[in-house]
């Protein structure tokens, strides 16, 4: 989960959004989430809540569509041989899977052909498009690809057409195909530039249906396999996408797809719910696992099959390949975590390589390691770059963040690539091996130069403030839901609530990753969910204050609706990561905060063993406990158990205003090596009558004793003399001390306690033990409570 440094909190004016409000009957809050979105008249706010009247925009209104679809009704009047050439992920499938099924409806001659992401890649390849003309295919159609395929075009075999239809950015240089159709050419007149690859094929589908029956409206089937493409692709939730999402989430409800339908029941993913967060995350990575292990045509059968028991076999194998996609994932996480640790800090991108054994089928498999740089982006907020080597060539995986243009800064380094395709936020390219470094330096070295500071701080939105003394309704929640589907540039709506009291945080799940607590809103209690929150449990203290940011949900359980919050963040003025009860040594947890490059100031004891280590990193900065922060110093680590008294007023070092951070990271460990520390310094009543016998064994056998004779008699009895062991015997009369000589003294029976020195230094060690023990138990709400303002 991102710490977001910003939170960019939307305004607008209240008395205009209330009157805009009442003409539309919603509440003021829904009316506000619109016009930040820029839907500022009536008119809009209406066709975007219930629906235009004119829902699709004419086809024939992009670029070459015409052309296209006279020649696809040309090929199948004419009996020829089409074939739709696909893409192995989501958008590509269901691109493929519509318009295989449309044509096969006009009883058109037609196939698919998925490359296989190993061996062939992304996109046309020329040993392919041979293959599919010694075949007999006299026409391709490409769906979401094939706009970067200039020289496989210009070498395809001749007798061969190719009508490309893509969504991709086009090249300067664009193929030399029969017919292109990809709204975002510059000269194509199409109104909506956001289509996805099935969202074209759709397209093309209604350009067919219009030349067949012209009067007829627009065609709107499979629109379930639209609304599958459009949200796993991440294109913008708005205009004709919107459209469609909504109409193929209703579809699904009754989807007469067998292979959807057993999809659906193996993901035990109930139709009558279908939204496009179970599409995202349950759906889509089932249907883009094959195509990542496998072979992304079985997808494409299972979404175009009648076959009942051959769906349902298909769809099981689909969710086994998706759960050792995870497996794959987590060890390639975990190897990738391992490799920047080694790094001295965390550059301003991640570029790294791993190695692809393609016939054990074991290292950084080429098609998972797009899912572990998304989640490295998630964690680090930086450009990410994971690059699979097998053999002489690499292929990569590249994802980032909002600031840079990914597509362009791979651009500037392409003379170091074979080729490269792809968005501003993602892209895949292929360089030779022995070209990774320079690869590596550069890209690094484009980011560097592109990228501000204050670029690596991510930006949270916050649609709506709400006053936690005011209800959340569930019947508002309800008019929320207006607003769907939400996915890429229509968002959940995130609210924030100010000074929030959380109670009872627990960690939950299998492997115990997502943390759980309440909030208090009106008089509602409201269960609150951090998924993967985790590393937050060391944070959020029963009774905590936080601004906390939230996407509210309806839970329904029982046949009953409740409010959940989904937590995306939170913030306090000093933000306080409790490590004492962590059975983490605390040399991991502080490697592991140094790592990220951060400026820390970094607590200690004055004379403390552990200084000369900590001064050496570049990123540290040295304090004793005693001395004050500067309200700048934002990142602080308590490392050792304090020996002053600093949790208190006034003497409290950190300042809480805004933004601090304060890691505790001393422990129990911490106060038994204190202990032991202790019992070794201090006196110790069994400690001193050892060290009394021992002096009398020697003076009995001698009259007088040479201090440095004792001391290394001592020694052989495996005893420390100390120097306030004789201050005390001498106090105490029991020997006396002439010079460098040492005597019997009285053998009167005395208490130790009638030693100064004895009634001094015990009264020290137990100051010491109580502020140990007081450091390590002193509530985190009271140490949040001691800082400064």
Not at 118 to 142: D, F, R
Not at 645 to 665: A, D, E, M, R, S
């Amino acid at each position: 989960m991102k710490r977001y440094k910003y939170w960019d909190l939307k305004t607008y004016d209240k008395e205009e959004i209330k009157a805009l409000a009442a003409k539309l009957e919603i509440s003021p809050v829904t009316a506000g989430i619109l016009w930040n979105r820029g839907l500022r008249e009536e008119n809009r706010i209406r066709d975007f809540l219930f629906g235009k009247k004119d829902t699709y925009y004419d086809p024939f209104l992009m670029k070459d569509m015409r052309l296209a679809a006279e020649r696809i009704l040309q090929a199948v009047e004419g009996r020829e041989k089409i074939a739709v050439y696909g893409d192995y992920d989501v958008d590509g499938i269901t691109a493929s899977s519509l318009l295989y099924l449309y044509l096969t409806g006009l009883q058109a001659n037609v196939s698919t052909y998925i490359p296989k992401r190993e061996g062939e890649g992304y996109g046309l390849n020329n040993e392919a498009l041979q293959y599919l003309y010694e075949e007999g295919i006299t026409l391709v159609i490409t769906v979401d690809c094939g706009i970067s395929g200039v020289k496989e075009v210009a070498e395809a075999p001749r007798g061969m057409d190719i009508i490309i239809t893509d969504h991709h950015r086009p090249p300067e240089l664009l193929p030399a195909a029969f017919a292109i159709v990809n709204p975002k050419q510059a000269d194509c007149m199409y109104p909506f530039k956001g289509l996805s690859g099935v969202g074209v094929a759709f397209k093309v589908c209604q350009a067919l249906e219009k030349l067949r029956n012209p009067a007829a409206p627009f065609w709107e089937q499979y629109t379930e396999l639209v609304a599958l493409g459009t949200v796993a692709d991440i294109v913008p939730l708005q205009d004709e996408n919107r459209a469609l999402v909504k109409r193929g989430m209703k579809a699904m409800e009754t989807t007469s797809l067998t292979g959807l339908r057993k999809l659906l029941e193996v993901c035990r993913c109930y139709r009558e719910t279908i939204t496009t967060e179970k599409i995202g995350f349950i759906l889509a990575p089932r249907l883009n696992a094959v195509g990542r292990l496998e072979h992304a045509q079985l997808a494409v059968e299972l979404l175009t099959t009648k076959d009942e028991e051959a769906a349902e076999r298909m769809a099981n194998n689909l969710n086994d390949e998706n759960a050792v996609r995870q497996e794959i994932s987590r060890q390639i996480f975990t190897e990738a975590e391992a490799l920047l640790a080694k790094q001295d800090s965390i550059g301003p991108a991640i570029v790294l390589a791993g190695q692809w054994d393609s016939e054990a089928q074991k290292g950084w498999h080429p098609g998972v390691i797009g899912i572990v740089a998304s989640r490295l982006v998630d964690k680090y907020y930086r450009p990410v770059i994971l690059i699979s080597i097998s053999g002489e060539i690499a292929k990569g995986s590249c994802r980032s963040i909002p600031p840079l243009d990914l597509y362009d800064a791979i651009d500037a380094c392409s003379a170091d690539l074979v080729q490269f395709g792809g968005h501003s936020q993602a892209a895949g390219l292929t360089l030779e091996s022995s070209k990774i470094e320079d690869f590596r330096k550069h890209f690094t070295d484009v980011v560097r130069n592109s990228l501000q500071p204050e670029d690596y701080q991510p930006h949270l939105a916050v649609d709506v403030e709400w006053d936690r003394h005011e209800e959340l309704t569930l019947s508002f929640l309800h008019e929320l839901q207006l607003l769907e589907p939400f996915g890429c540039e229509n968002p959940v709506p995130i609210f924030m609530l100010r000074n929030a009291e959380l109670h009872n945080p627990r960690l939950f799940g299998q492997e115990l990753t997502h943390l759980r607590f309440f909030a208090d809103i009106g008089s509602r209690s409201c269960h609150c969910i951090m998924w993967q929150g985790a590393q937050y449990q060391f944070c959020l203290c029963n009774n905590a204050q936080a601004d906390i940011a939230f996407k509210p949900r309806i839970n329904f359980f029982n046949n009953t609706e409740s409010i959940n919050l989904d937590i995306v963040a939170f913030r306090m003025d000093m933000e306080l990561h409790d490590y004492r009860r962590n059975s983490e040594f605390k040399e991991t947890v502080l490697a592991r905060l140094l790592h990220s490059g951060q400026q820390f100031t970094v607590f200690i004891n004055q004379n403390s063993k552990e200084e000369a280590e900590l001064a050496s990193c570049a990123n540290v900065k040295i304090r004793y406990y005693g001395e004050q922060c500067e309200a700048s110093e934002k990142q602080i680590i308590f490392y050792e158990l304090p020996e002053e008294n600093i949790f208190q007023w006034g003497k409290f070092p950190v300042y809480g205003n805004g933004g601090t951070v304060l890691y505790i990271l001393y422990n129990m460990d911490d106060l038994y090596m204190q202990k032991k520390r202790l019992q070794e310094e201090y006196p110790d009543r069994n400690h001193l009558v050892d060290a009394y016998r021992l002096i009398k064994r020697v003076l009995q056998s001698q009259a007088v004793a040479k201090l440095d004779q004792l001391k290394y008699q001592a020694e052989k009895h495996q005893l420390c003399l100390k120097e306030h062991d004789l201050r005390i015997f001498r106090e105490l009369d029991f020997f006396r001390i002439e010079g460098d000589n040492l005597m019997m003294g009285s053998m009167e029976r005395k208490q130790l306690e009638a030693s100064p020195t004895y009634i001094g230094l015990c009264a020290k060690k137990d100051t010491l033990l109580e502020m140990y023990h007081n450091s390590l138990r002193i509530a985190g709400a009271r140490i949040q409570s001691l800082r400064k303002r």
